[in-house]
């Protein structure tokens, strides 16, 4: 039993010497308790945030869901996320992109520093256009804003890659 302890221990210190390495593309291993502020600055590159929840993302999609409420995106959003005064965030139309590195950005800087910082321009046309303001002083950590990533990926399937559209069906009849 003992042995095995030592073993997985061992397992686990190669582990994170291969995540310390990787450091710059920011997923496994990576210290998620930091503030989104401070990600972006650290890494910079556009294409370096990788959410920890791809895989699993419907576990945390409930925490997400209440960490979103709390940050009041709902009033701009709507609490089911299908908008409002604000685009929806469960419709197939994506502003800037649906990957994760844009979303975490967007959210965190809103779209005029998106803009200005990283030269992106709007590539999907909603039915609100308006600026996002920056949200990410009011989010405490990364970790947070994967979970609330992970639930915009839960109620829209479409975020999801190789995922369904969530556009219905066209209707059969027989
Ligand atoms: C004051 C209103 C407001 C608040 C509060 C707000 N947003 Fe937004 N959000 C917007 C607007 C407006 C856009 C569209 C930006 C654009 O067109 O450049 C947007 C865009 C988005 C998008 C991209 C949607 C798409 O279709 O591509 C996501 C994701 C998003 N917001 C998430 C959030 C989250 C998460 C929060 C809370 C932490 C939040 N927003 C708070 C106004 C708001």
């Given at each position: 039993m003992r042995k095995l302890i030592i073993g997985f221990a061992a397992l686990a210190i190669c582990l994170l010497g291969v995540a310390s390495v990787n450091m710059e593309s920011w997923a496994a291993g990576a210290d998620w308790t930091m503030s989104p502020v401070k990600a972006v600055e650290r890494y910079?590159?556009?294409?370096s945030l990788h959410s920890p929840?791809?895989?699993?993302y419907e576990k945390v999609a409930d925490e997400g869901h209440k960490i979103y409420m709390g940050l009041s995106c709902n009033g701009c959003h709507g609490g089911g996320g299908g908008g409002g005064m604000c685009p929806p965030l469960?419709?197939?139309?994506?502003v800037y992109g649906k990957d994760d590195d844009t979303l975490f950005r967007l959210v965190t800087l809103g779209s005029q520093a998106l803009q200005d910082q990283y030269?992106?321009?709007?590539?999907g046309s909603e039915n609100v256009v308006g600026p996002m303001p920056a949200m990410g002083p009011s989010i405490k950590t990364s970790d947070d804003l994967w979970k609330i990533i992970a639930w915009i990926r839960s109620v829209n399937?479409?975020?999801?890659?190789?995922g369904k559209s969530n556009v219905p069906p066209p209707p059969t009849f027989d």
């Open positions: 910079k590159d556009k294409g929840y791809d895989k699993d469960t419709n197939s139309v994506w030269g992106m321009k709007r590539v399937p479409s975020s999801v890659p190789g």
